[in-house]
């Protein structure tokens, strides 16, 4: 019987690798322990190779630091770490990796929000010319616009292929006589009145356009710039913020039936390219709708992963193109748990029929926003913690549910929905068999109640440790919306 063998004193490994092995312990299993180490040796060698060759090209200040990193990365996968170095590699994936990532926030906030502001479009009234209005809400109001061409305005009713190419989004940020604080987004706080929440959403706006990746999700931003004079249905001293014209049909108009044909059949064309006669209607409407909701939270998953949170996802701040693509519009309640703008731990903005039983994105009790550059220091771990996008998911499994449930389409039907859920304590099985019990899950149940599963991982309470509802990832991976053949 062969005890305590070690392979260090017979000149088979190295320091410290000591193996014992029962007398049970096939040749097989050694050469295979062998071989791996082997494996893990050899990988550490060309991590350690490629580090050198790397840092002898680079520039002289980060030559070193690469090399160091590499040795460490090295010697972590040979099974040989060292305190030290398990500790610098773990600060740069805390700092780099971790999201929202430190370091990137504060790059953002104090390197490329005041560089942007250098080179920003600024438009101005004679450059412009007001349209019809397209909505209006508690802190702007939204007008159709278009750039005018060699200075003359455009009173035309119809507009030319040519002219609605130049087509932009205009929002009037309201006067409600709230004073503006100059340090407001320095202070890393809530905003108060229409002002710093139109503050709060050109800052939101502006972060998400500069990430080439996370940008595709919400509606092109152009800047800002405020009224020089009073002309044109423009008044002097306005704040007015500035998108891409991309659309004017919103999923809230499509579910109303503004956009033609019932909801979901409205949007097969645009969503899935073509429009198919000879197909089972009830899985045509699941293959719109899970068009629709993966391609809402692959954007909102987008904004988590910068460390914003929306906090108002609901069909009407969902922009439908004619392309097909799916744009989140409207970030005036957002707060980027990055730098701590637009967050207050005992207070938030809200639509009651949307918002989770929570009502914050953080516990009360969580501390209010240091300055940006500690925000951003501890903003992992607060995410972490708090688990702030959770917030989000429950909104979108709301949508699902309006979405898939024609009787819940209505917007009066989605506050009797929340009154009675409230009844049955956020308990979406309990709400279903006693309030919900005569309405359609046909869509939801298809394929093993693939759907209804996933709305009830979405729409629920978190548990005692911020946790118990899927993330915007964990969503994506649900079974839900795997194809249906």
């Not at 068999?433 to 729409?459: E, I, P």
């Not at 991976?477 to 795997?482: A, E, G, S, T, V």
Request: one cysteine or more; glycine letters at 8%.
């Amino acid at each position: 019987m062969v005890r305590g063998l070690n392979f260090c004193t017979i000149g088979l490994l190295p320091s410290p690798y000591v193996f014992s092995f029962s007398a049970a312990t096939s040749g097989v299993q050694v050469i295979q322990s062998l071989a791996s180490l082997q494996t893990l040796e050899t990988a550490a060698s060309v991590i350690r190779g490629a580090a050198q060759s790397v840092s002898s090209v680079l520039p002289w200040p980060i030559q070193q630091p690469v090399a160091v990193l590499g040795s460490d990365l090295a010697s972590v996968i040979a099974l040989q770490p060292d305190l030290d170095g398990v500790g610098r590699l773990v600060a740069i994936y805390y700092l780099l990796l971790m999201r929202p990532s430190p370091v990137l926030g504060v790059l953002d906030f104090y390197v490329l929000v005041p560089f942007g502001k250098l080179f920003q479009r600024r438009y101005r009234v004679a450059e412009l010319t007001l349209r019809d209005r397209l909505g209006a809400g508690n802190f702007g109001q939204v007008f159709e616009g278009i750039k005018n061409k060699d200075g003359e305005r455009n009173r035309n009713a119809m507009l030319t292929p040519e002219e609605k190419k130049r087509r932009l989004v205009l929002k009037r940020v309201n006067l409600d006589g709230a004073e503006q604080r100059s340090s407001f987004l320095r202070a890393g706080t809530m905003a108060r009145g229409a002002g710093e929440t139109g503050m709060a959403e050109a800052y939101m706006c502006s972060r998400i356009m500069r990430d080439p990746l996370v940008r595709q999700g919400i509606a092109e931003y152009q800047g800002e710039f405020e009224a020089e004079e009073t002309d044109g249905g423009f008044t002097r001293g306005t704040q007015w913020l500035v998108w891409k014209f991309e659309s004017d049909s919103t999923l809230g108009d499509a579910m109303q039936g503004s956009l033609g044909s019932r909801f979901p059949e409205c949007l097969e064309e645009i969503m899935l390219g073509r429009i198919r006669d000879n197909v089972d209607e009830a899985k045509r409407d699941t293959a719109i709708i899970r068009v629709v909701l993966k391609k809402l939270v692959t954007g909102v998953k987008g904004l988590h992963s910068l460390g914003i949170v929306h906090r108002d996802v609901k069909p009407e701040n969902v922009l439908i193109t004619a392309q097909g693509d799916v744009k989140i519009i409207d970030f005036g309640a957002a707060v980027d748990m990055c730098t701590g703008i637009n967050f207050n731990p005992l207070y938030g903005m809200l639509d009651p029929r949307y918002s989770p039983p929570e009502e914050l994105v953080m516990p009360k009790s969580f501390p209010r926003a240091p300055l940006p550059f500690l925000a951003a220091l501890v903003s992992p771990l607060a995410w972490q913690i708090g688990r702030p996008d959770l917030f989000d998911t429950y909104s979108i499994g709301v949508l699902l549910l309006q979405m898939a449930v024609p009787e819940l389409r209505a917007a009066s039907a989605v506050r009797t929905f929340n009154t009675a859920l409230k009844q049955c304590d956020w308990d979406l099985e309990e709400w279903r068999a006693t309030k919900g019990a005569r309405y359609d899950y046909s869509l939801l149940d298809r394929r093993g109640n693939a759907g209804w599963d996933l709305a009830c991982k979405l729409v629920c309470r978190r548990n005692s440790l911020n946790r118990g509802r899927l993330s915007a990832a964990a969503a994506l991976r649900h079974r839900f919306f795997l194809p249906e053949f």
